[in-house]
Nanobody
């Protein structure tokens, strides 16, 4: 599956953004989907994931501020980001993983478990 992210940009701290990920095929209930980010000088980290059963998982650093959701068009994934902080500045990536990752909830935010990646969209937060 091919993935294309959009929606990044430059915003002030406290603002919001909605990132979109459009897949080349229907992803609903077929793939686990995740959002990852890579901050300058840091390793890529998982921030939110959506299993094929609809359950979600979030990194502790973003709980309550980030929301992952499937679009009505079933090949679109969103990441709503609220109360943006300067430390959220990063390149954000969408990724698709195998269906059975749903049952390995402890691995849902592990980048190595995902095998399809988008090119990323940059989010820059100014304080």
């Amino acid at each position: 599956v091919q993935l294309v992210e959009s929606g990044g940009g430059s915003v002030q701290a406290g603002g919001s953004l909605r990132l979109s990920c459009t897949a080349s095929e229907y992803t609903y209930s077929r793939y686990c989907m995740g959002w990852f980010r890579q901050r300058p000088g840091k390793e890529r980290e998982g921030v939110a994931a959506l299993g094929t059963d609809g359950r979600t998982r979030y990194a502790d650093s973003v709980k309550g501020r980030f929301t992952i959701s499937q679009g009505n068009a079933k090949n679109t994934l969103y990441l709503q980001i609220d109360s943006l902080k300067a430390e959220d500045t990063a390149m954000y990536y969408c990724a698709a993983g195998p269906n059975d990752l749903t049952y390995k909830w402890w691995l849902l935010l592990s980048a190595s478990e995902y095998n399809s990646w988008g090119q990323g969209t940059q989010v820059t937060v100014s304080s």
